[in-house]
Nanobody, 122 residues
Framework: QVQLVESGGGLVQAGGSLNLSCTVS???????MAWFRQAPGKVREFVAA????????YFGDAVKGRFAASRDNAKNTQYLHMSSLKPEDTAVYYC????????????????WGQGTQVTVSS
């Protein structure tokens, strides 16, 4: 059974940086990986996705230019590097995985982590 475990969330001041990790277990790491986030009272929002070999990344408009995505297939882990954080980035961040092809739609993802809270104070 495929399991995704996020880590790295926490409290940070506006303008700061934070890195999230997501480790996959239970299967080979041959998945398209993504990050989504959900703030209280809001719909789940696409943040970033990365293809199976880490050569193509996609970003939501709200985070373009501030967030970066990477993966280490040897460690079955993907990363989200967040910088210039804003209070509106506050949300629970979810890691997701699916088989090829790449997609930014949450409904296309088969596996999800439990989420990690990111809080950005002003």
């Amino acid at each position: 059974q495929v399991q995704l475990v996020e880590s790295g969330g926490g409290l940070v001041q506006a303008g700061g940086s934070l890195n999230l990790s997501c480790t996959v277990s239970g299967d080979t790491f041959n998945y398209v990986m993504a990050w989504f986030r959900q703030a209280p009272g809001k719909v789940r929002e696409f943040v970033a996705a990365i293809n199976t070999i880490g050569t193509t990344m996609y970003f939501g408009d709200a985070v373009k230019g501030r967030f970066a995505a990477s993966r280490d297939n040897a460690k079955n882990t993907q990363y989200l590097h967040m910088s210039s954080l804003k209070p509106e980035d506050t949300a629970v961040y979810y890691c997701a995985a699916r088989a090829y092809p790449d997609t930014i739609w949450s409904t296309d993802y088969d596996y999800w982590g439990q989420g990690t809270q990111v809080t950005v104070s002003s």
